[in-house]
């Protein structure tokens, strides 16, 4: 076999084909290295004398269906400059590494397009091998994640299996990627990136959240130049969460047959958008008969279609009227669900209305969580929780839809 199939085929150069043979379905090349290009693996001198060889067995990647062994016989040598008595280095492979450079960029090619499990059947390797090769190549790469040009993230917390267990994620809305990954929810669990940044001197300049008391409190500690933007879709659900509560309560308080059978069956009809309703039969006639028996819940529901208009005006100053005229008619219906809610809106009102300074929200990330959750799924869980932060680092890499 020449040199030339062996640096193209391979990516090995520097060594010499000796035999190939076949063995158990594999194809094995036995390499020599070249005298003149053993140096101190120290100090890099040529002025070495071998001290005895060690055979040594190396993946790489497969001639069609065919598995490929290199063995090499590694030579031990002494430096007579710096004395060392080591291995010399190869020029194939990485230190304490049982395939080529070759083998390692092939198995991350496929890792794109398959699972782990996938690829480790598809080579003939184990699932740990594979596992292995995608760790370092996600260390090398998301370790310490760019954080230099961040100015605008987004903060969420999701939710990873039984037992209330929690990561806090953090994402640069310019660039979709995850910058922050910390265990558990709450404050505690953006320590070591506020301390990053600050190292960094990063000028962060709006951070959307919802109204998590623990994240404003860790935003306006560390970073208290950054605009709070609270994301509107966490304001709009928060405050269906509060409808679904009071059609409960009206429904245990009916005391008529009529008022329960019409309440009964209404909540997902309270909570669909008004211009989305009818895509059942029957849903805006059955959604009108329940609000003409009950005004209190008719109240709120016309509540909730206006509340959305607050982020559907043209400009910040409409938006602020719009938000007063909401709390005030809130606060003089005398419904306590709804004088509650605009108790709290008035306590957020700066950070509602910076989404016309900074228009952004965690739906992008929120998008990210469900990739989380789908990789968690396929991957059945990821006991190696380290390794399972680097694989959310690199979601936003992903082609494939999602491979474990």
């Not at 450079?101 to 690829?119: C, G, N």
């Not at 969580?369 to 959310?392: M, P, S, V, W």
């Amino acid at each position: 076999m020449s040199t030339g199939i062996l640096y193209h085929g391979f990516g090995i150069v520097g060594y010499q084909h000796v035999h190939t043979e076949y063995s158990g379905g594999k194809v094995v090349f036995r390499l020599s290295q070249d005298r003149c290009r053993m140096t101190c693996p120290s100090c890099n001198s040529y002025q070495v004398t071998k001290k005895g060889s060690f055979l040594r067995s190396f993946r790489c990647v497969p001639i069609g269906r065919k598995p490929v062994v290199i063995e090499l016989p590694v030579q031990r040598v002494e430096c007579e400059e710096c004395g060392a008595l080591r291995q010399v280095s190869i020029g194939f492979a990485d230190e304490r590494r049982t395939y080529t450079r070759a083998f390692e960029r092939y198995v991350l090619e496929l890792s794109r397009y398959m699972t782990m499990l996938d690829v480790a059947r598809h080579l003939g390797v184990s699932w740990g091998l594979v596992k292995d090769i995608q760790r370092r190549n996600l260390e090398r790469r998301f370790r310490n994640p760019d954080i230099k040009e961040l100015d605008l993230i987004a903060i969420d917390e999701i939710s990873i299996g039984k037992h209330h267990k929690y990561l806090t994620v953090v994402l640069d809305l310019r660039s979709g990627a995850v910058v922050h990954v910390g265990d558990g929810r709450g404050a505690d669990a953006l320590d070591p990136f506020w301390k990053r940044i600050k190292r960094h001197k990063v000028k962060l300049r709006a951070i959307a959240i919802d109204m998590s008391p623990s994240y404003i409190a860790a935003v306006l500690e560390n970073y208290p130049d950054a605009e709070i933007v609270f994301d509107h879709f966490h304001v709009i659900k928060m405050y269906n969460d509060k409808l679904s509560d009071l059609r409960r309560d009206l429904y245990h308080e009916a005391t008529g047959p009529l008022q329960k059978k019409v309440l009964k069956g209404t909540r997902w009809l309270l909570l669909k958008n008004a211009e989305r309703l009818d895509s059942i039969p029957n849903e805006k006639k059955h959604l009108e008969e329940a609000l003409k028996l009950n005004e209190p819940l008719a109240l709120a529901y016309y509540m909730k279609e206006y509340l959305r208009l607050i982020w559907k005006q043209p400009n910040k100053e409409e938006a602020a009227r719009c938000l007063d005229d909401w709390t005030a008619k809130a606060f003089s219906s005398g419904i306590r669900m709804l004088v509650r809610f605009a108790g709290t809106l008035q306590v957020h009102r700066r950070g509602i209305l910076a989404y016309y300074d900074y228009p952004i929200s965690t739906g992008p990330l929120e998008g990210t969580n469900n990739k989380i959750k789908t990789l968690q799924k396929q991957a059945y869980g990821f006991r190696d929780k380290e390794f399972f932060k680097l694989k959310i680092y690199a979601l936003h890499e992903s082609r494939y839809a999602l491979v474990g």
